[in-house]
């Protein structure tokens, strides 16, 4: 799987359209999408979506499955049809693909609109989340990080070292 180049880094505030409609930052956009390439926008966590490279997002989802689909037929995950059916209605409802418009806009639809939790009008958050971009609802981000940023130092040791 290809990682982008450069971690994608920043917090910018941002104010969703009466079209539905999000401007990403010009620095996020030219390292997230190659040649005008489609992206994918998925759900994360209640208030947060994720933009992601589509080519990135294709392989690691591919990967994921085939191992799901391999377990399966070898028998695996015998007993576990309720996971297995979980897993199936995430994976269907997760994700979709995008593209940006000029200026880096994206449009936002409605399923995904309600899991954001944010109104025409209502502001958002688009932060760089070193592999992808996330659009957060303002409290929802405010509330992950007073939960995170205690924990900073240390995770940036552990990965740094």
């Known amino acids: 799987m290809t990682q982008p ?3 994608l880094l920043g917090e910018f505030r941002r104010v969703l359209d009466e ?18 390439q489609d992206c994918i926008l998925a759900k994360e966590r209640p208030g947060a979506l994720s933009l992601w490279n589509a080519r990135q997002w294709q392989s690691r989802l591919d990967a994921g499955v085939e191992l799901v689909e ?6 695996r995950l015998e007993g576990r049809l309720e996971e297995v059916q979980r897993l199936g209605r995430l994976l269907s409802t997760r994700h979709t693909t995008v593209q940006l418009a000029g200026r880096g806009r994206l449009v ?5 609109r309600e899991f954001l939790g944010v109104e025409t009008g209502g ?14 609802q303002p409290a929802a981000w405010l509330r992950y990080l007073q939960e995170q940023m205690p924990d900073f130092g240390r995770l940036f040791n552990q990965l740094s070292q």
Do not use: H, Q, T
């Open 108 to 112: 936002i639809g409605e399923g995904f």
């Open 70 to 75: 391999n377990k399966m037929r070898a028998g």
């Open 19 to 36: 079209r539905y409609r999000v401007s990403i930052p010009s620095p996020l956009v030219d390292a997230l999408v190659e040649d005008g």
């Open 5 to 7: 180049a450069k971690f």
């Open 123 to 136: 502001e958002l958050m688009v932060v760089g989340a070193a592999v992808c971009v996330e659009l957060w």
